[in-house]
């Protein structure tokens, strides 16, 4: 069974199954109002967008009934062998009806593009972007149901003759769509809350239609999670909120963003205001982690899992930003996430679709939006430069800072990649979802030239010199431990990383450090975290040691091998995560060791080294270097190289002057050289 923490695709279908595609031709690269060339470019979002019947049926109305049809995105774009694009649905189309198995366009989507096309018009002030938006919002509140029991939910699929797909093959949950909160409805208050901000000063009949829309979606939201405010859950022993919309700080995110939008328009507004307090309450409870703690201080996406991490959907932290100078809710979470998590991710090989708690799978326009817009919007809430430095830095993952080394937006045609393996691989492919985030990160780059003209300039694969993870299975076993493979990877809330090793009492695991582990732990120290799974009742005990080439062994901790607490929300019977080990790595250590003391189950070793980097080759033949710190560092960076040190917030702690300044424990460092 699929769900929206899946990625929409199931099924890649041939150009010969799908509606005819019109050739994009390379128009001259579009300017702004100042005459400069920009890069954001709404071709290729335009060529998705078809005219959609919206018939007159119970539970469900259109804005201006004058006008029976509205706009959507067709899902997906599959590129064709010629370089053309033919516009597809979700899942297996019937040719006889012409309906796909999920659905020609989706709410989610629908919602995302007139986003864009709000935060076009802003930017650059066209009026046919404020129409074509208002075309998506009317599609997008005719799949909201508008009367009954489940009034104010949202239909997630519907077909390109206007049907109403109310329950997809393969399933989504809820099932029907509309019959609790969802995904879908959190981005449809996302852009109903920009919308009313959008329209409030010229069109105050759609506003006031707009927000009688949203407080129909709080009404269905107030009879699920906002029902549940107050009510705290446990998931592997850790208190976590009851109150996010299915379950998701990445779904309420996307919702706050709107409230916040409609609050700032109208602020006497208390029904939203209230909605927003607790919401933004209940994510900034979701941050875990910390300086050199997995996952580094990152909003956790969903109460479920207390060891997944993913980069699509998260706007949480992006969201506790902008809501904090309306409500006065605390930066804490926001800053974390912006400036002690994001700099790790770069070091790690950037915005992996998951850590489950192993970095992994590919990379995805929407998890680089999402990085982007939390650092800005947390940079605007602190006025960290910092943060907006490491925004470009980011955002070089469109022009070539990526596993692939290419650039995967083209300014011309406004086309983006599906996405990008970690092998560089890329899915040339370019739907809704990828082309929406990739150009809401254009228009932010085209309202900070400096910070697009960084972003320009990276355009080659970033060398990274970040964590490490060493297998269980390829340590040397004793006392009876042995190499397990489960059945499947996902346990319901993490992914085993391959196979795994059991010890019961007396077993041992001895991990060599190879030649890029011993140089990490002899540069600058590094910590050892034991990915372990950890049982919900009592399981023992294990013991680390270092050893040096000589067979000094240096005490590194112990670390409980069950007492994770009840599983509580979560699917599985303990967790699987990494644990820090109290004591740092010797800088001779050759080896590590574990012996168990009851029941282990032991996945990977992470070693993290004291100071992680990150060298973007520039198309100047210079670099920029990223270096994050998660223990005081004297010498982090190269002499002949400067910049600025930052706190996490992002202001400065100092320049770099030649390679010379101390970066403090959780702070990072720009350099230049």
């Known amino acids: 069974m699929l769900t929206r923490r899946t990625l929409l695709r199931s099924t890649i279908l041939t150009a010969a199954a799908a509606p005819a595609a019109t050739a994009l031709a390379a128009p001259a690269p579009q300017r702004g109002r100042d005459g400069r060339r920009r890069l954001t470019n709404l071709d290729h979002l335009r060529f998705l967008l078809a005219e959609v019947p919206l018939p007159a049926i119970e539970g469900h109305s259109r804005f201006d009934a004058s006008s029976p049809t509205g706009l959507a995105p067709w899902t997906y774009a599959d590129r064709v062998t010629d370089g053309t694009f033919t516009r597809v649905g979700g899942g297996d189309l019937d040719p006889a009806t012409g309906h796909w198995s999920q659905g020609a366009f989706n709410a989610d989507d629908i919602s995302r593009a007139a986003i864009v096309f709000l935060r076009a018009h802003a930017a650059f002030e066209e009026q046919s972007d404020r129409a074509t938006a208002r075309d998506l919002l009317r599609t997008l509140t005719y799949l909201q149901v508008d009367a009954g029991e489940q009034a104010g939910n949202v239909v997630l699929w519907q077909q390109s003759d206007g049907t109403l797909n109310r329950s997809a093959i393969p399933v989504e949950l809820p099932d029907p769509s509309d019959s609790d909160e969802s995904y879908w ?10 919308g009313i901000a959008g329209f409030a000063e010229t069109a105050p009949d759609f506003t006031a239609f707009l927000r009688e829309r949203l407080h129909l979606a709080l009404d269905a939201l107030e009879r699920a999670s906002l029902g549940r405010y107050g009510r705290w859950e446990v998931a592997d022993g850790i208190d976590v909120p009851g109150w996010l919309i299915a379950g998701g700080a990445d779904a309420t995110g996307e919702a706050v963003l709107g409230l916040v939008a409609a609050l700032q328009t109208f602020p006497e507004d208390a029904r939203v205001a209230e909605a927003l307090e607790r919401f933004t309450e209940g994510i900034s409870a979701m941050a875990s982690g910390g300086v050199g703690e997995w996952p580094f201080g990152a909003v956790l996406p969903w109460t479920g899992s207390q060891s997944f991490w993913h980069a699509w959907g998260g706007l949480a932290p992006a ?10 809710c605390d930066l804490e979470g926001a800053v974390s ?17 998951a850590w489950s708690p192993v970095p992994a799978e590919a990379q995805i326009a929407y998890g680089v939006q999402c990085r982007v817009e939390t650092l800005l919007r947390t940079a605007d809430a602190t006025g960290g430069r910092g943060l907006r430095e490491l925004a470009a830095l980011v955002a070089g993952w469109f022009f070539g800072a990526n596993p692939a080394g290419e650039r995967v937006y083209d300014p011309a045609t406004g086309v983006t990649v599906d996405g990008i393996e970690p092998d560089g691989t890329v899915n040339r492919s370019s739907g809704a979802e990828s082309t929406i985030h990739a150009l809401l990160t254009m228009i932010a780059l085209d309202r900070e030239k400096r910070l697009a003209r960084t972003a320009q300039g990276l355009t080659s694969t970033p060398e990274v010199h970040g964590m490490q993870w060493i297998p269980a299975e390829e340590a040397q076993l004793g006392g009876g431990a042995s190499v397990v493979t489960p059945e499947s990877a996902w346990t319901g809330e993490s992914n085993w990383h391959g196979s795994y090793v059991l010890a019961d009492d007396g077993g041992t695991v001895r991990f060599a450090l190879g030649a890029d582990a011993r140089a990490a732990v002899s540069a600058g120290g590094a910590t050892a975290h034991p990915l372990l799974h950890r049982l919900a009742e009592d399981a023992g005990i294990s013991h680390w040691t270092a050893i040096d080439a000589a067979g000094a062994r240096t005490v590194l901790g112990s670390l409980e091998l069950g007492g994770a607490g009840s599983p509580g929300v979560t699917e599985w019977d303990g967790v699987l995560r ?4 109290e004591e740092p790595i010797p800088g001779d250590a050759v080896a590590i060791e574990a012996v168990s003391e009851g029941r282990m189950e032991l996945d990977e070793l992470m070693l993290l ?18 270096y994050v710190a998660s223990a005081d560092a004297e010498a982090a960076t190269v002499p002949g190289e400067t910049g600025g040190a930052y706190r996490a917030d992002g202001t400065r702690v100092g320049p770099v002057n030649r390679g010379r300044r101390s970066v403090p424990e959780g702070a990072f460092a720009i350099t230049r050289g």
Do not use: Y
Request: aromatic content about 6%; charged content about 10%.
């Open 185 to 194: 409805l959190a981005r449809t208050v996302w852009a109903l809350g920009e």
């Open 319 to 328: 969201a506790l930003a902008a809501a904090a100078p309306v409500t006065g």
């Open 337 to 353: 996430d912006a400036g002690v998590f994001t700099p790790q991710l770069l070091t790690s090989g950037g915005p992996h679709n």
């Open 578 to 581: 990494p644990v820090r080990l």
């Open 609 to 626: 080294p004291a100071v992680t980097t990150a060298e973007f080759p520039t198309a100047r033949g210079t670099t920029v270097t990223l």
